[in-house]
């Protein structure tokens, strides 16, 4: 991929510090393996808000998946249904929400950002309510747009302005410039029918369609539009998950969004860590931000999370290996959380708990 596309995926916010807090976190949990025991075959199953999946890992949602690489988002959600893994589109896909339902109608999810208009907001909940999404993702941790330096580095607008270096960079990635073509240049497809100015530019747009915060009093609502699993993501704060709990939300996902947005943010592993177990014991606990690999996963479940997401694995495959890539991922963490529990002596991972860390994390 071009690198304007390359430095959107992989840029974090300011120095990128929260970035790498997040990849260090996972390395610095150890864990004790027990041997003298049967490993022979070892179950990654997990059950998340009553459905099965194969693994405890899934696709988080990543704004403009096409511009990174075209047919990005079908792609990824097309591997996730036939691996069996849960796909969380965003509500800035490159892609129609109804249209990946189609592709992938057991595992997908949607990510809403809270649009500013209560209309809107009902409008896009009913829709991804009709096109039969297994749960809904609200990403709460984006009050304001991120300033990143490698997007302003690169003057990355939409709609996209052909500057110097962005017409050299495309040119110089032959395969993207013509599958880019042939796609058609990326648009945020859920929302463009809610833009009524049309002479107001597209990152603008989307800008003011979403709100700077959201209240408690709009996640209540959203509890009452949406009657299947309501999951929050972006949560660090206790108080904030107690409200969260007190509001009727099934699930979170922690997330520091991928570093992406405060850089004075905690890793999101330490988050977790330090999550008191009355929290823990009422809410389905996720997480994403830094997860690289299989036993990053495992570290996870030792510390209370249930499942796992990724948001740049998936683009580093389909970046590297197109239609292929995300197949490819998912097989990579597959075998990466076998051999890990193997070698842990752990025979499901829905085994995997606090006993097998090498330090005792203390939950109450
Ligand atoms: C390029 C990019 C775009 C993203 N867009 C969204 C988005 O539209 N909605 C959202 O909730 N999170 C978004 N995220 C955050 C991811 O959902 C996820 O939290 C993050 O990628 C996890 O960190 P990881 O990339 O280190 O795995 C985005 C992340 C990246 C890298």
Known sequence: MPNFAFDYLEGGIDDEASKRRNRQAFQDVHLTPRYLRDVSTVDTR????????????????VGLGNMMWPGAEAALARAAQSARIPYVLSTFSTTLLEDIA????????????VPRDE???????ARVKRAGFRALVVTVDVPVGAKRNRELKNGLKLPFTMTPRIVWQSLTHPTWALRTLTHGTPDFVNVTSYRTDPSQGLSDFVTSMT??????????????????????????????????????VDGVIISNHGGRQLDAAPATLETLRQLPGDITDRL??????????????????????????????????????????GKQVIEITRDEITRSLQQLGCQRFEDMDASWLAEPCDKD
């Open 284 to 325: 389905t606990v996720m997480i994403d931000s830094g997860v690289r690999t299989g036993l990053d996963i495992v570290r996870a479940k030792a510390l209370g999370a249930h499942a796992a997401f990724s948001g740049r694995s998936f683009f580093y495959g389909v970046g590297a290996l197109g239609e292929a890539g």
């Open 119 to 125: 209309q809107v907001m009902e409008d896009l909940i």
């Open 211 to 248: 709100r700077p915060g959201v209240p408690l009093d709009h996640l209540q609502r959203i509890r009452t539009l949406w009657d299947g699993p309501l999951i929050i993501k972006g949560l660090q704060a206790e108080e904030n998950f107690r409200a969260a709990i007190d509001c009727g």
């Open 46 to 61: 997990v059950t998340l808000f009553g459905a099965g999946y194969a693994l405890p890992l899934g696709v988080s949602p």
């Open 102 to 113: 189609q592709l992938a109608p057991d595992v997908c999810w949607f990510q809403l950002y």
